[in-house]
C-alpha cells in the first residue's frame, strides 16, 4: 500500500506563527479606531519591535498599521476588520471594515473580529461572524472572534454562564480561537475552557493598579484552561512594555509563577537606583574625602584626649 503522508494545512501553518506550541501572547492595537492615539498607542509600530524580541507570539492591528510597517515583524499579524468608535452614537456596534482576501493580500498571517453579545447590535454582528468565518475556512486563514457579554441585556459580563455562552457562540459560529472575558476565579473559569472546542484566551480589559494583579489573573487563567493572553493596555500602556511581555511569556510558556515573574517587571526601576556608575563614583569622591578628614580629626585630637586626660 502507498504511504500516506500526514501535511500541514494553511490554517495550520498560519497558526503556527500566532501561537508558539499551541499557547499565545498577543498585544491588540486597534484601540486607534476606536478611541484615537490613546496612551501608549501614539506610535505603534514602535511597540511592536520593542516587544517582539521578549517571548510576543502575535499582534492584532488595523489594516492601515499592517500597509505603514516599516519592516515585517517577528511575530505573527491578525488584521483586525471590526470597527466603531466611542465617538459613535452606537459604539458597541461593530461594523467590517475588510476581507479575508485584503487580510491575505497584507501579508497578515490571519483575522480578528470583535463580537459584543447582549445588544440590539448583537444580529448583524453574529451574520458577520458567520460570513468571514466562511472565507476563512475557504481560504485557509485562521480567524480569533473576540466575544464581549456588552449590551442591555449584560447584568454582569463576568457571569460565567454569561461569558461561557458568549465565548459558545464564538467557536460555533467557525472561530478558530476565542477571546472572552475571565470570570474572577479558577473553578469558574474552567468551566468556561472545558466547554469551547477551540483555544481560549482571555483579555486584560483596563489597565490593572499593578502588575502582579494583571499577572496573577494570567496564571489564574493558564491553571483554568486558557491558552494564553490578549492584553493591550496592560501591555503598550506598561512603562516598560517589553519587561511585561517577558513577566508574561514566564507564565504562560514556562509555567513561572506571578510572583517570580514580578520582578522582572521592577527590573529596570531596580537596576536604575542601585547601579553604581564611574560618574557616581567620581561624584562621591569630594564627600568621601571630606567624611576621611573628619574621621581623622576626631580620632587624632578628641578621642585621644578622652581616654588619657
Given amino acids: ?9 494553511g490554517t495550520e501553518i498560519r497558526l503556527s506563527k500566532i501561537m508558539r506550541k499551541g499557547k499565545m501572547l ?18 505603534p509600530h514602535d511597540i511592536i519591535y520593542k516587544c517582539e524580541n521578549h517571548g510576543l507570539t502575535s499582534i492584532i492591528i488595523n489594516k492601515g498599521i499592517i500597509k505603514t510597517l516599516p519592516r515585517p515583524t517577528k511575530v505573527g499579524i491578525l488584521a483586525h476588520f471590526s470597527s466603531s468608535t466611542s465617538l459613535s452614537l452606537s459604539p458597541n456596534r461593530k461594523m467590517l471594515t475588510g476581507s479575508v482576501k485584503e487580510a491575505i493580500r497584507l501579508g497578515a498571517d490571519g483575522v480578528s473580529l470583535h463580537i459584543n453579545i447582549g445588544g440590539k447590535e448583537e444580529p448583524e454582528m453574529i451574520e458577520q461572524l458567520g460570513k468571514i468565518s466562511e472565507e476563512c475556512h475557504e481560504w485557509n486563514v485562521p480567524l480569533l472572534a473576540m466575544m464581549y457579554p456588552r449590551g442591555e441585556n449584560v447584568k454582569d459580563p463576568h457571569d ?15 472561530a478558530d480561537i476565542v477571546k472572552t472575558l475571565y470570570t474572577g476565579d479558577i473553578d469558574s473559569f474552567k468551566k468556561v475552557t472545558e466547554s469551547i472546542p477551540v483555544p481560549v484566551v482571555i483579555a486584560g480589559g483596563p489597565k490593572s493598579k499593578t502588575d502582579l494583579d494583571i499577572l496573577q489573573m494570567t496564571e489564574d487563567a493558564m491553571d483554568a484552561g486558557a491558552k494564553g493572553v490578549t492584553y493591550g493596555r496592560n501591555i503598550f500602556a506598561h512603562k516598560s512594555p517589553d519587561k511585561m511581555v517577558e513577566a508574561l511569556a514566564g507564565i504562560i510558556f514556562r509555567k513561572e509563577t506571578a510572583k517570580e515573574m514580578a520582578n522582572v517587571t521592577s527590573t529596570e526601576s531596580v537596576r536604575a537606583a542601585n547601579i553604581v556608575t564611574p560618574e557616581v563614583i567620581v561624584n562621591q569622591k569630594p564627600k568621601m574625602e571630606f567624611l576621611i578628614t573628619i574621621y581623622l580629626f576626631l580620632r587624632h585630637q578628641i578621642l585621644p584626649r578622652a581616654f588619657f586626660s
Fill in 1 to 9: 500500500m502507498p504511504k500516506i503522508s500526514l501535511m500541514a494545512t
Fill in 160 to 174: 460565567p454562564e454569561i461569558v461561557a455562552h458568549t465565548a459558545r457562540i464564538g467557536a460555533e459560529c467557525g
Fill in 26 to 43: 498577543c498585544i491588540p492595537m486597534d484601540h486607534g479606531i476606536s478611541n484615537g492615539p490613546i496612551e501608549g498607542l501614539e506610535k
